[in-house]
């Protein structure tokens, strides 16, 4: 299929065509969560299941996506945007915070966002691997946002005298793929802890790569 049906215009019971387009959009969404990341998963549904799921035609998914791999690709940017929008809150709320508090505050909100519900470890971690080149491109892009964010905290922490000042670039990329693969693990039940014991070991392990052993707190420059 070349692209997307063209989808209807104008006025429909008090609603314009631009929001019935994105109620349809947000249906076809959340039937995505469900099926995607649960049963059967996104390799096991198909586009009439998708669509009936959502309580909505096959012509009106055609309006809206090309195939179910725009849709896996559309809910896996929106299951990070939910996990974006909740650490960048934690970090206004801990503007000032010495570093330790300041990043279990992120790590809290990073952690509660993504593993409160099941079906987004699944989209974030499980289903999104393997499916095409684009959309590991995409994920990759979206881990190097994670990567940037923590790269960012670590300058800011330098600036302050909270930690050593050096590249960040891989450590930061390290980091975050422990991170990924503890939560991964730890809702595949495959960890046996709290949700706060992890937050506290996440924590620790970005406080020694920040304050490495020999480290004074001092800029040598």
Same mark, same amino acid.
């Given at each position: 299929?070349?692209?997307?049906? #063209?989808? +209807?215009?104008?006025?429909?019971?008090? #609603?314009? @065509?631009?929001?019935? /387009?994105?109620?349809?959009?947000?249906?076809? &969404?959340?039937? %995505?969560? /469900? &099926?995607?990341?649960?049963?059967?998963?996104?390799?096991?549904?198909?586009?009439?299941?998708?669509?009936?799921?959502?309580?909505?035609?096959?012509? /009106?998914?055609?309006?809206?996506?090309?195939?179910?791999?725009?849709?896996? @690709?559309?809910?896996?940017?929106?299951?990070?945007?939910? $996990?974006?929008?909740? !650490?960048?809150?934690?970090?206004?709320?801990?503007?000032?915070?010495?570093? !330790?508090?300041? =990043?279990?505050?992120?790590?809290?909100?990073? $952690?509660?966002?993504?593993?409160?519900?099941?079906?987004?470890?699944?989209?974030?971690?499980?289903?999104?691997?393997? !499916?095409?080149?684009?959309?590991?491109? /995409?994920?990759?892009?979206?881990?190097?946002?994670?990567?940037?964010?923590?790269?960012?905290?670590?300058?800011? %922490?330098?600036?302050?005298?909270? =930690?050593?000042?050096?590249?960040?670039?891989?450590? %930061?990329? @390290?980091?975050?793929?422990?991170?990924?693969?503890?939560?991964?693990?730890?809702? =595949?039940?495959?960890?046996?802890?709290?949700?706060?014991?992890?937050?506290?070991?996440?924590?620790?392990? &970005?406080?020694?790569?920040?304050? +490495?052993?020999?480290?004074?707190?001092?800029?040598?420059?």
């Amino acid at each position: 299929m070349a692209g997307r049906l #063209k989808a +209807p215009t104008g006025r429909y019971g008090g #609603k314009s @065509a631009e929001q019935r /387009q994105a109620e349809r959009r947000g249906r076809f &969404l959340d039937a %995505a969560l /469900q &099926l995607f990341g649960d049963t059967p998963g996104y390799r096991g549904t198909t586009v009439a299941a998708l669509s009936e799921a959502a309580g909505l035609s096959t012509r /009106q998914f055609y309006e809206e996506f090309r195939s179910l791999e725009d849709v896996l @690709a559309a809910l896996h940017l929106q299951v990070n945007d939910w $996990a974006e929008k909740a !650490v960048l809150a934690a970090l206004d709320a801990a503007d000032g915070l010495p570093l !330790v508090e300041r =990043a279990t505050a992120i790590f809290h909100a990073y $952690a509660a966002n993504v593993t409160g519900d099941p079906r987004r470890i699944r989209i974030t971690f499980v289903e999104i691997i393997g !499916v095409s080149p684009r959309l590991e491109e /995409q994920r990759l892009a979206r881990r190097a946002r994670w990567i940037n964010l923590i790269r960012g905290e670590a300058r800011a %922490a330098a600036e302050r005298g909270e =930690a050593a000042r050096r590249d960040y670039r891989i450590a %930061a990329t @390290a980091f975050i793929g422990s991170v990924n693969g503890l939560l991964h693990d730890w809702s =595949a039940g495959w960890v046996d802890a709290t949700l706060d014991e992890l937050v506290d070991e996440l924590v620790r392990q &970005l406080v020694g790569i920040m304050q +490495p052993p020999g480290w004074s707190g001092k800029d040598p420059s």
